[in-house]
């Protein structure tokens, strides 16, 4: 299987802060890579496919980049809203497998 | 509106067997993957595997194949994930989501509609 390693595994930020979180895959998996958003209690939610494309309806202060084995998550200007668990996906090969996660609070 | 509605919370025992349920409206359900993705406490998200309800073709996750059933009925827009003989470690929350379509209608591995989640529980 493809492994999935996020970096940090935790993070705190204060409200308009700029947020950065790194993915790295075990292989190439192409652009074959999503964001998604949990907050606690909740499903998932679909913010970035294929690398850097937003989802309809999710705010443009949410960017993905990054190619091969390395992706990057960018908030910028962060929002109380924001807070919760940021994971990054391939389906590049299956089974599609999901980082660790990142946990991102408020300062 | 689209919706995924999943069914309710579940408290088993070792070896009983469950079937919990997702049902899509707002959409062409048979013409959209669903899949199952689980949630153990505290844990990150699994993919399990999808199913395409128009013809039932469905791939699994190696790890999950054999363990459990995932199938839909098409006529009555639902997806099922099914246990024969559950174990304490199928503990966890299960999700259905809906694999996204491009605008050109080629299915992404991305999941763009997600259930309430299920909880199973599953202690003696």
């Known amino acids: 299987d493809i492994q999935m390693t996020q970096s940090p595994s935790s993070l705190s930020a204060s409200i308009g802060d700029r947020v950065t979180i790194s993915c790295q895959a075990t292989?190439?998996?192409?652009?074959?890579l999503n964001w998604y958003h949990q907050r606690p209690g909740k499903a998932p939610k679909l913010l970035i496919f294929d690398t850097s494309s937003l989802e309809p309806g999710v705010p443009s202060r949410f960017s993905g980049s990054g190619s091969g084995t390395h992706f990057t998550f960018t908030v910028n200007s962060l929002q109380p809203e924001d807070i919760g668990t940021y994971y990054c996906?391939?389906?590049?090969?299956?089974?599609?497998?999901f980082g660790q996660g990142t946990t991102l609070e408020i300062k | 509106e689209v919706h995924l509605v999943q069914s309710g919370a579940e408290v088993k025992k070792p070896g009983e067997s469950l079937k919990i349920s997702c049902k899509g409206s707002?959409?062409?359900?048979?013409?959209?993957?669903i899949g199952w993705v689980r949630q153990m406490p505290g844990k990150s998200l699994e993919w399990m595997g999808v199913?395409?309800?128009?013809?039932?073709?469905?791939t699994f996750n190696p790890s999950f194949e054999g363990h459990v059933t995932i199938s839909a009925d098409k006529f009555i827009t639902t997806a099922y994930l099914q246990w024969s003989s559950l174990k304490a470690s199928d503990t966890g929350m299960y999700f259905c989501?809906?694999?996204?379509?491009?605008?050109?209608?080629?299915?992404?591995?991305?999941?763009?509609?997600w259930g309430q989640g299920t909880m199973v529980t599953v202690s003696s």
């Open positions: 707002g959409y062409d359900f048979n013409g959209y993957w």
């Open positions: 292989e190439d998996i192409s652009n074959y």
């Open positions: 996906q391939q389906y590049y090969l299956v089974p599609y497998t």
């Open positions: 199913i395409y309800p128009g013809d039932s073709d469905t």
């Open positions: 989501a809906r694999r996204r379509l491009t605008t050109l209608g080629v299915a992404i591995g991305a999941f763009d509609i």
